[in-house]
């Protein structure tokens, strides 16, 4: 019996779960009782279903520093140490197909999707993530603490702080401080 419910493994879901460490990429199937197998970079664990995915965040316009409510996700602290190196108005929002990134010290653009499974940023995790843009070109995930060439500390020092509702513990985007 999984998890204490009714619904019970059988082989077929045991075999399915291990059909996916023969895959050539990661994925994952669902399993009774609100679990789930998933393989990704050789490993395969058996979770509880990911909750539906959070809305996407409402975007946000930010016309200069200061301080914005974002609704279901808490304050946002905006600054620059340089102003005019800052392409106002900036966006608070979730990523988008097709937005790129060219991250500070980086050679050229990528798009952020591939950035963001380059450094094994769970799927899960990356609809999540707040996105600071402008247009279609992301200047910043303060979550990762990461910047776009020229917005860093070494440029106009631009600074995102993220306090979440609740009072959880903030995450900032300076100094390439993050949290991977």
């Not at 608070?92 to 963001?116: I, Y």
Request: charged share 25%; proline share 9%.
């Amino acid at each position: 019996n999984a998890a204490g419910s009714g619904a019970r493994l059988e082989a077929k879901h045991v075999d399915s779960a291990l059909a996916l460490t023969r895959r050539a990429g990661p994925g994952r199937i669902a399993l009774p009782a609100g679990l789930e197998a998933r393989c990704r970079y050789g490993v395969l664990e058996v979770v509880s279903r990911p909750p539906a995915a959070r809305p996407a965040a409402a975007e946000l316009v930010v016309g200069g520093p200061g301080r914005y409510v974002l609704p279901s996700r808490g304050t946002v602290d905006v600054a620059a140490r340089d102003e005019g190196a800052v392409p106002w108005p900036l966006s608070l929002r979730s990523r988008r197909p097709g937005d790129r990134f060219r991250p500070e010290g980086g050679a050229g653009t990528k798009k952020l999707k591939s950035w963001l499974i380059d450094r094994k940023v769970p799927l899960e995790a990356r609809d999540a993530l707040l996105v600071v843009a402008a247009g279609d070109r992301v200047l910043a995930v303060p979550e990762l603490g990461v910047f776009a060439e020229g917005l860093g500390p070494s440029g106009a020092g631009l600074i995102v702080r993220v306090s979440p509702e609740g009072g959880g513990p903030p995450t900032a985007c300076k100094r390439g401080a993050g949290l991977l």
